[in-house]
């Protein structure tokens, strides 16, 4: 039996929150080469699907995130504080909810006293320094705008109760991060997750309607 392949992937600080919360468990990313029809997609089999390349010489185009069973590590914003040299300690801090870690690094980094250095961007976290690791349960393609109040929840979105002044009625917002009382809170899910969608992709990425690779995820613990 062949072992699953391993990836990389990168994630915001609120949505690595909500991962730790268990309250991410897809993921949605646009497929690069986007289909001109429905008919574009195929597939190899549950949870492998590709896309027809419209030049034929081109190979078709499979998630890159991978396939079910497959693994996906976090990249995630964080710090790293190591010791003398030949010292294969270190301790990573990470930035989304403040938690360290010891780890073992596979070739000792030197950087004087231990203390932490610069804040490093998610992109250079190396494999070594990460704390999540996904596996891969579905993969499939959809329009982004196909996406529905259960599939939002799922995307990270948090339900928040809200209660006027007068203190009556009681209605249910939704928004993306924690209830700080400074989030903008939308009156549904999908509403909220389009908010998301936007600040990551840009402001016009949502009316465009792009195919994406929607990935089904769950946690591996330690």
């Given amino acids: 039996m062949s072992q699953p392949k391993e990836r990389p992937i990168l994630f915001s600080a609120p949505m690595v929150r909500a ?6 468990t897809v993921t949605r990313r646009a497929v690069k080469v986007q289909p001109r029809t429905k008919g574009d997609i195929g597939s190899y089999g549950l949870g492998q699907p590709f896309i027809r390349h419209p030049n034929p010489t081109k190979r078709n185009p499979e998630c890159p995130y991978g396939r079910p069973g497959d693994r996906l590590w976090v990249r995630e914003t964080h710090k790293i504080s190591t010791g003398k040299v030949g010292d294969s300690q270190a301790c990573v801090r990470y930035q989304a909810d403040g938690d360290y870690q010891a780890k073992v690094m596979p070739q000792p980094e030197t950087a004087g006293p231990r203390t932490f250095d610069r804040t490093r961007p998610s992109i250079h976290m190396p494999r070594w320094a990460s704390r999540i690791l996904l596996e891969i349960t579905d ?10 109040e259960q599939q939002a929840l799922a995307e990270g979105v ?5 209660r006027p002044d007068d203190g009556f009625p009681v209605c249910r917002g939704y928004m993306v991060g924690p209830d700080d009382g400074k989030s903008p809170l939308e009156t549904h899910a999908a509403k909220a997750f389009a908010g998301l969608w936007r600040s990551i992709n840009g402001a016009d990425s949502w009316g465009t309607n792009p195919w994406v690779w929607v990935v089904e995820l769950k946690r591996i613990e330690p």
């Fill in 139 to 148: 993969v499939r393609v959809e329009r982004l705008q196909d996406i529905n």
């Fill in 158 to 162: 948090v339900g928040v109760d809200f």
């Fill in 19 to 24: 991962i730790l919360d268990g309250r991410k």
